[in-house]
């Protein structure tokens, strides 16, 4: 039973247009989401995050957006750029230990 | 220190044998995971230490696979008797001290790519 879904194993994006890429949670007691890129032959590598107590959260290009009543969140990319080209994996906490959970990651590509 | 280390990177191994993996973690982090990845799934967690001690063990990890972090600095995982189903990338992270939301971001390693025979 997957607690952290992410529906959709790719997207294409346009260079310089908005990547949107979406994530979904069963689980009431998470109480913090990441989201991770991963390059071919590397490690996940940390990008953002957001707290259950807020609803949004911004760095740069990238803004995370959290409605809890959803039970959903989406990690937003303006502009999208080339090297942003990775999978992209939703991640979530639950509020009693460190048993992070992670969704089966959406592939982005960005077309020049 | 440039990051979390992983030994070997790629390891090939045949049904039954005992293999070990290594992982250095940043060296001012305490807290330190261990993940199993397969094609077309995000990491999933297999265990986590806080310095020597390990806290958390997930239903995943069963009795042929074992962890340890003596001194709270690199950790290593060991498979027993090795089973094809064990093949996959062993991804280590860890995270920095404390309890705010730095303390959440996980840095990870390269993983080593394990496969069973």
């Known amino acids: 039973d997957q607690q952290v879904k992410q529906n959709s194993p790719s997207l294409s994006v346009q260079e310089g247009r908005i990547s949107i890429l979406n994530c979904d949670y069963t689980n009431s007691m998470f109480d913090y989401f990441l989201w991770y890129k991963k390059y071919p032959a590397e490690g996940p590598t940390f990008l953002i995050s957001?707290?259950?107590?807020?609803d949004k959260n911004e760095d740069g290009r990238f803004t995370v957006f959290l409605n809890k009543s959803a039970k959903h969140l989406s990690l937003h990319i303006v502009p999208s750029q080339p090297g942003d080209s990775a999978v992209y994996f939703c991640?979530?906490?639950?509020?009693?230990?460190?048993?992070?959970?992670f969704g089966p990651g959406t592939r982005l590509s960005v077309l020049p | 220190d440039t990051g979390v280390s992983q030994d070997p990177r790629h390891k090939i191994t045949k049904r039954g044998q005992n293999v070990t993996f290594r992982c250095d973690p940043i060296s001012e982090h305490n807290r330190l995971y261990w993940y199993r990845q397969t094609l077309g799934q995000g990491p999933e967690f297999l265990t986590y230490?806080?310095?020597?001690?390990?806290?958390?063990k997930s239903r995943l990890l069963s009795d042929r696979f074992s962890a340890e972090r003596p001194k709270g600095s690199f950790s290593t995982l060991e498979i027993q008797r090795t089973e094809q189903g064990d093949s996959a990338m062993y991804l280590c992270?860890?995270?920095?001290?404390?309890?705010?939301?730095?303390?959440?971001?996980?840095?990870f390693g390269p993983g080593t790519r394990l496969t069973v025979t």
């Open positions: 957001i707290s259950s107590i807020k």
């Open positions: 992270a860890s995270s920095s001290p404390g309890t705010g939301a730095t303390s959440y971001e996980q840095y």
């Open positions: 991640a979530a906490r639950a509020n009693y230990g460190q048993n992070f959970v």
């Open positions: 230490f806080q310095n020597e001690a390990q806290l958390e």
